[in-house]
Structure formats: C-alpha cells, structure tokens
T-cell receptor
Framework: SQQGEEDPQALSIQEGENATMNCSYKTSINNLQWYRQNSGRGLVHLILIRSNEREKHSGRLRVTLDTSKKSSSLLITASRAADTASYFCATDDNAGNMLTFGGGTRLMVKP | KAGVTQTPRYLIKTRGQQVTLSCSPISGHRSVSWYQQTPGQGLQFLFEYFSETQRNKGNFPGRFSGRQFSNSRSEMNVSTLELGDSALYLC?????????????FGPGTRLLVL
C-alpha cells in the first residue's frame, strides 16, 4: 500500500508559470525524497529533505516539509516544457532504505 | 561514475514462464532495492539486498525472489508469470542501508506478459 497521497493528480500549466505539488504521508519518517519520471522510464532523483529540515532549494526547485502535518510540497519555478513528467514523493520506513511512494502528480507544461 | 544499469530493458514472456532481471548498482553502492510499477498499484517495494542478504521484503507472493552477488549486482526472478506481473521493474542502489542517502534508480525493465 502507498504511504501517502499526492495532490493534484494532474496539473497543466503554461511555460513560465510555477507548479506546486503536494504530498502527504502517514507515518514518521527519516527523510522525504522527490523524484521525476518521464514517460514510464526510470526515476530521476530531484531532492532529499531530512525530517529535521523545513525547506530546501535546488535550482528552480523548492521543497518544504512539515512533519507536524506529515506533508511536503514541491515548487518548480519558471517551468519549462522539459519539466513535463510525473513527480513522485517517497519516504523511508525508519528501518532501512525501503521507500514508500505516493501516487504521483502528472505535470504538463505547455509551450 | 556510471549509474545504475538494468538488463534487459524490455522483455516479452507468456503466462507460466519465468523471468530473471538483472541490476548493477553504482560502483561502491552495496544496497540494492527492487520496485514494481504498474498503472493500478503505482510504485511498490519488492525487496532489498545488502551484503548478499535480503533485508526487507514487500508484500509480494513467493513467486518473486531475488539474490545479490558478492560484487553487489542483484537479480530478481519471477516464476510462473501471470498477466498481472506486466510492469516496469525498477532497481535502486545506495551505499548502505539506513544511510539516509539518495536512492538512485536504474532505467527499469519493462516486462510484458502475454
């Protein structure tokens, strides 16, 4: 079963706009990771945020983590057509490296 | 450094057959995990190997098995294939369990069962 839910399930925006995706999870975590997947290919790691961190930036990506609400958000600023992909959040299980994934957000960025 | 590699990339089998998939982790990584991705169930954890030992196993039937070799390369095997086993199988590697580091994924093996 999946650890959490991602919201929205699908998002369509114009190039240059910002895209925000949310992820909720159920149990306590060590860290939360965001991944991108293009057209059913492998997962590309975007960013990892630890449970004691609240915000992290990487280029055009900004991730926040609220452990009290068991939620995280991924913001992609100034989106590009190449950002079109599915985005997944994943949490570990405190016991090792097993990742539990959300259902993903399908992002379409129109040129 | 080379990334995680998986072979084969695509595979077509028929029901009842068995299949073996291979994963080579990033050099120096000793933990390998396997995941199954389907449209209906999403991404689900299969199992994790470290030092040739299975550390964790997901909720999959015994038809799904795996192993890890001394060079950290891993294989997973699915016996008596069913139509529902059609999926993208992904493996991921990290340095060691509990490292709280990034898990890096391979490109996946897409299995179609007819």
């Amino acid at each position: 079963s999946q650890q959490g839910e991602e919201d929205p399930q699908a998002l369509s925006i114009q190039e240059g706009e910002n895209a925000t995706m949310n992820c909720s999870y159920k149990t306590s975590i060590n860290n939360l990771q965001w991944y991108r997947q293009n057209s059913g290919r492998g997962l590309v790691h975007l960013i990892l945020i630890r449970s004691n961190e609240r915000e992290k930036h990487s280029g055009r990506l900004r991730v926040t983590l609220d452990t009290s609400k068991k939620s995280s958000s991924l913001l992609i600023t100034a989106s590009r057509a190449a950002d079109t992909a599915s985005y997944f959040c994943a949490t570990d299980d405190n016991a090792g490296n097993m990742l539990t994934f959300g259902g993903g957000t399908r992002l379409m960025v129109k040129p | 450094k080379a990334g995680v590699t998986q072979t084969p990339r695509y595979l077509i089998k028929t029901r009842g057959q068995q299949v073996t998939l291979s994963c080579s982790p990033i050099s120096g990584h000793r933990s390998v995990s396997w995941y199954q991705q389907t449209p209906g169930q999403g991404l689900q954890f299969l199992f994790e190997y470290f030092s040739e030992t299975q550390r964790n196993k997901g909720n999959f039937p015994g038809r799904f098995s795996g192993r890890q070799f001394s060079n950290s390369r891993s294989e997973m095997n699915v016996s008596t294939l069913e139509l529902g086993d059609s999926a993208l199988y992904l493996c991921a590697s990290t340095s060691f369990p509990g490292s709280q580091e990034t898990q890096y994924f391979g490109p996946g093996t897409r299995l179609l069962v007819l």
